[in-house]
């Protein structure tokens, strides 16, 4: 490839451990060939990665962690459109020839992410068949999960769409605990904090869940799932 000089940013390494699974189902050679401009650094709570109506300069793989797309409305809320995990990237609308960040992405549990130039990846593209089939497969599932959480928050109850985000979490991330204040994800999910509250405590008394001072661990998935709304599943088939 053609001008690929490595910029170093000071903090950032280049990507030893890589779960992201977009990134490991590449070919051994394609991987060999990206692993160089790959730059990873921790990702933390609260961070902004980047803004709506921002250049879309970079895709961001994470290997631990969450961010939320967000959607700011008129009243100043922000709002989740979708999350991004280790099974993803953020930023892939620029792979359709999108400009600018139709979104706010915004990590909610910390973790690790490695920063790809988009001129890289199409480049890349180019070469390797399996970055293009990892790529459409991507676009495949995010438009599948953007119907289903239509669905979910049309027709699914509070303490359903809690019970599927707090799983979703759990999932993705590397950890034994989400590190995850009640207020936020009423915030995320457009609830009041009393509904919220209210949906953790139920879960806690009925032994799903242990949650103390922002830290909530699953005790009991099973229990959870029962919980959650058929999209969970739903989109479990999709990751498959």
Not at 205 to 230: F, H, M, N, P, W
Request: charged share 20%; net charge positive; proline share 4%.
């Amino acid at each position: 490839m053609s001008n690929w000089v490595l910029q170093p940013v000071p903090g950032w390494v280049i990507a030893q451990a890589v779960t992201n699974q977009i990134i490991a189902a590449l070919s051994e050679d394609c991987r060999a060939v990206l692993a160089p401009r790959l730059m990873t650094k921790p990702i933390r709570a609260g961070e902004v990665l980047y803004v709506a109506g921002s250049p879309a300069r970079s895709l961001i793989f994470p290997h631990d962690g969450m961010i939320s797309l967000q959607t700011r409305l008129s009243d100043g809320r922000m709002i989740e459109q979708g999350q991004v995990c280790r099974d993803s990237m953020a930023g892939s609308e620029a792979l359709l020839g999108v400009e600018r960040a139709p979104a706010h992405a915004v990590v909610v549990l910390s973790g690790e992410a490695s920063w790809l130039p988009v001129a890289d990846l199409m480049e890349a593209r180019q070469r390797f068949p399996s970055l293009d089939r990892a790529i459409q497969a991507h676009l495949a599932r995010t438009m599948a999960r953007t119907a289903q959480a239509v669905v979910c928050a049309s027709v699914h109850t509070a303490s359903q769409r809690i019970a599927g985000w707090l799983l979703r979490a759990d999932d993705m991330i590397l950890t034994d605990s989400l590190q995850l204040m009640q207020r936020s994800l009423a915030e995320l999910l457009g609830l009041r904090l009393a509904t919220v509250s209210e949906a953790c405590s139920r879960l806690m008394r009925a032994g799903a869940i242990r949650y103390s001072r922002g830290s909530l661990t699953i005790i009991d998935r099973a229990l959870l799932v029962s919980q959650a709304c058929e999209c969970y599943e739903a989109n479990l088939a999709v990751t498959r």
